[in-house]
């Protein structure tokens, strides 16, 4: 037969499971706290690397980025010291020229020099045009140098074409224009042909025919120039 529980008895067994509830809780409370923690070191973890990505990429683009206006920065650069570099040897070379077309007129002062420098351009019309009958146009002030060129030239044509003989008139109708600095033109065929042997021509072919030489001369050879102008 049962006893009843005292008073004392049944605080005792109420204090007994009021212990073990608590300490059922406390331990739940600590499993859950222990899981939050670990849920939110993962989440931490994760963001912090979801943040070092977007940070590593926008440094990786940013870097890029600089690099490129590093490239643009110093091509740009280039280019000008390049262009700037190129536009001084072509004032140079045109002050070359510029001089040396001043200084034609000096080649006519020495009368036997110019008769001679004229028998020759007239013989090269001579012989490119191969005709029996050319005009050679000069200016007004060589009309008697030049009429003894042609003299020389007409017999220096003879000789070395086996007897052939050509007539030279000199046309004194059509004088060289003003500002001409000398030599002749040689015409042919009726007027249609007239080959320029004037010295302000030949300087002009001479500026194109010997730039390449003029400017290897002057500044080395290029090696990154594939053609020769």
């Known amino acids: 037969m049962a006893h009843a529980m005292s008073d004392d008895q049944v605080a005792g067994e109420l204090k007994k499971m009021t212990a073990f509830i608590r300490q059922e809780a406390l331990e ?46 110093r091509s740009t650069l280039a280019n000008k010291t390049r262009i700037k570099l190129l536009s001084a040897r072509q004032e140079l070379l045109d002050d070359l020229f510029e001089k040396a077309r001043g200084n034609l007129g000096g080649y006519t002062k020495d009368k036997g020099s110019y008769q001679e420098l004229c028998k020759n351009l007239i013989l090269e019309g001579l012989y490119a045009l191969n005709e029996d009958q050319v005009a050679v146009r000069a200016r007004k002030e060589d009309y008697d140098v030049v009429k003894k060129a042609i003299g020389s030239a007409k017999a220096e044509y003879k000789k070395t074409m086996n007897g052939r003989e050509v007539q030279v008139e000199l046309d004194e109708k059509n004088p060289q224009p003003e500002g001409c600095s000398g030599g002749v033109s040689i015409v042919g065929t009726g007027g249609k042909v007239d080959i320029n042997n004037t010295l302000d021509e030949r300087l002009k072919m001479l500026e194109t025919e010997a730039l390449p030489m003029v400017r290897t001369s002057l500044f080395g050879k290029n090696e990154n120039r594939h053609f020769q102008d």
């Open 28 to 73: 739940k409370a600590k499993e859950i706290q222990i899981k939050a923690d670990e849920e939110f070191a993962i989440e931490k973890s994760k963001l912090v690397r979801q943040e070092t990505s977007t940070i590593d990429s926008q440094y990786e683009k940013k870097f890029k980025q600089a690099g490129m206006s590093q490239q643009i920065t």
